[in-house]
Nanobody, 117 residues
Framework: QVQLVESGGGLVRPGGSLRLSCATS????????MGWYRQAPGKERELVAT???????NCVDYVKGRFTISRDNAKNTVYLQMNSLKPEDTAVYYC???????????WGQGTQVTVSS
């Protein structure tokens, strides 16, 4: 079984920056896509950004120009650099990884990001 552990969340003022990390461990054969979702209270979970095993990336429109996703295959880790943070970015951020062959999703426990003055 694959375990995912997020870190880097916290409280930041509007316009500030945070860098989230998600490290994988456990029974890893080959990981496919990795990325990040977020969920605010009372709202559905939504995709933020994704990166494939080959390095192709995509971010949703409302974070383009502010967030950058990257991965280090040697460390089995995915990152989310968040700049110019806004109050509406406040949410629990969850990382995920898929099995390259199975397509099955594994999820982290989530890390809280709060943007407030």
């Amino acid at each position: 079984q694959v375990q995912l552990v997020e870190s880097g969340g916290g409280l930041v003022r509007p316009g500030g920056s945070l860098r989230l990390s998600c490290a994988t461990s456990g029974n890893i054969f080959k990981i496919g896509d990795m990325g990040w979702y977020r969920q605010a209270p009372g709202k559905e979970r939504e995709l933020v950004a994704t990166v494939t095993s080959g390095g192709s990336i995509n971010c949703v429109d409302y974070v383009k120009g502010r967030f950058t996703i990257s991965r280090d295959n040697a460390k089995n880790t995915v990152y989310l650099q968040m700049n110019s943070l806004k109050p509406e970015d406040t949410a629990v951020y969850y990382c995920y990884a898929t099995g390259y062959w199975s397509g099955t999703y594994s999820w982290g426990q989530g890390t809280q990001v709060t943007v407030s003055s």
